[in-house]
Antibody
């Protein structure tokens, strides 16, 4: 049974930092590249970042580039999103999603999300 | 961002179609369009990939197509359980990498 479980969300002041984690099970982790996708309250989906299976490639949306850093630990079947310099507009439910290495554009599996609230 | 109608409705048993309009740098340029169903309070679920393919376990009432810069999702034999938000997505050759549609709320009358 495929499972993706996000954690690490919470309330943080503007300018603060958080580290999100996405622990996975039920599939071959290294057969998949891993995304973060976010959804602001009552809004649509927004792609945030992707890390390839071997961490050789990492890409970010323009809205988070330079502030967020994605990584993964294949020994733990887990990937991470380090978020620095948080802004109120980063407030959202953050989902992790898995995409087969040959098809990064298809978000095959999703977690249930972890909520990040940036507020003073 | 890809453009979708905000809402589409239909009666049980009917067919509805949701459009997803992009440009030649995303929908029109590549067969990398996917569709996701998001039930209230739940995570999105992949229902169509690579324009017109269904993952294992997804109902064959869902089908996808593309013409030019517009992709479409058709739900046939509409059921009450199909009430959800639907999003399209595409890879893009711009520095944005991946774009989602604005989302469509489906209502079963």
């Amino acid at each position: 049974q495929v499972q993706l479980v996000e954690s690490g969300g919470g309330v943080v002041q503007p300018g603060g930092s958080l580290r999100l984690s996405c622990a996975t099970s039920g599939f071959a982790f290294t057969d998949y590249s891993m995304h973060w996708v976010r959804q602001a309250p009552g809004k649509g989906l927004e792609w945030v970042s992707i890390v390839s299976y071997d961490e050789s490639q990492k890409y970010y949306s323009a809205s988070v580039g330079g502030r967020f850093r994605i990584s993964r630990d294949n020994s733990k079947d887990t990937h991470y999103l380090q978020m620095n310099g948080l802004r109120p507009e980063d407030t959202a439910l953050y989902y992790c999603a898995a995409a087969r290495n040959a098809a990064w554009h298809n978000f095959d599996f999703w977690g249930q999300g972890t909520l990040v609230t940036v507020s003073s | 961002t890809l453009t979708q109608p905000a809402s589409v409705s239909g009666s049980p048993g009917q067919s509805i179609t949701i459009s997803c309009t992009g440009t030649s740098t995303d929908v029109g340029g590549y067969n990398f369009v996917s569709w996701y169903q998001q039930n209230p309070g739940k995570a999105p679920k992949l229902i169509i990939y690579d324009v017109n393919n269904r993952p294992s376990g997804v109902s064959d009432r869902f089908s996808g197509s593309k013409s030019g810069n517009t992709a479409s999702l058709t739900i046939s034999g509409l059921r009450a359980e199909d009430e959800a938000d639907f999003y399209c997505s595409s890879w893009t050759s711009t520095s944005a990498f991946y774009v989602f549609g604005t989302g469509t709320q489906v209502t079963v009358l």
